[in-house]
């Protein structure tokens, strides 16, 4: 399973900014799907996890009501999972990495997730 993250970029607190994690490979519908963000020198946190099926959501306190995660599976072999991120503020800049866990239910824990993309940054400017 390989997973490819982009979108990130530079915005101004409020903004709105969509992150896309491309995860391909074999059965990829299958997994479950979760965007991390971490800061240099702090650890990754989690921000937000859609199950394999996007009926299931989680999302961390600091992001609920603002971030949006789903998913398009229109093929087994690759899936398009969105961060959606509204009324972006500084304390949200970070590199955001998304990852894959073949689970049932979701987790907010690293050690779960077995595949990880690279990262995409995201500034944003007060």
């Known amino acids: 399973v390989q997973l490819q993250a982009s979108g990130g970029g530079l915005v101004q607190a409020g903004d709105s900014l969509t992150l896309s994690c491309v995860v391909s490979g074999s059965d990829v519908n299958t997994y479950a799907v979760a965007w991390f963000r971490q800061v240099p020198g702090s650890e990754r946190e989690f921000v937000a996890a859609?199950?394999?099926?996007?009926?299931?959501?989680?999302?961390?306190d600091s992001v609920k009501g603002r971030f949006i995660i789903f998913r398009d599976n229109a093929k087994n072999t690759k899936n398009l999972v969105f961060l959606e991120m509204n009324s972006l503020k500084p304390a949200d800049t970070a590199v955001y990495y998304c990852a894959a866990d073949r689970a049932a239910t979701l987790s907010k824990l690293i050690e779960d997730y077995d595949y990880w993309g690279q990262g995409t940054l995201v500034t944003v400017s007060s």
């Open positions: 859609v199950s394999w099926g996007g009926r299931l959501v989680e999302a961390a």
